[in-house]
């Protein structure tokens, strides 16, 4: 399945991907976007959201799964791995379990042939 272009989703998952391009540029630069991030959650009406992803992306970032390809924040592709990020975050909105298995099992990376 290819991945859609990110003018392609809906506001709630544009908001989502680019809350976790900008976590992962932050991250990565060892510069702090938390207060820029969590003001962009509360304006979309979306306030208790923003403490969600982070403590979701710090288990990413800290559990040792392997690399997952994040774009830059302003590309208009999505990945692979970005969009089992996205699936992740919406079984988890089902009720499918917090468990880490169910995080994992999204966004581990597809061995390579």
Known sequence: ??????AELPFGEKLVLWALRLWVRAHTDDTNAHEFLNTGFK???AKAAYP???GLMTVLATAGYGNVDI???NCAEISHGEHRIL???AALQQGHGAEL????????PEPVF
């Open 1 to 6: 399945m290819i991945p859609p272009a990110f």
């Open 87 to 89: 699936g992740a975050i």
């Open 71 to 73: 774009r830059m924040p």
């Open 101 to 108: 298995s169910v995080i994992k099992t999204f966004v581990t």
């Open 52 to 54: 969600a992803l982070d």
């Open 43 to 45: 304006l979309a009406g």
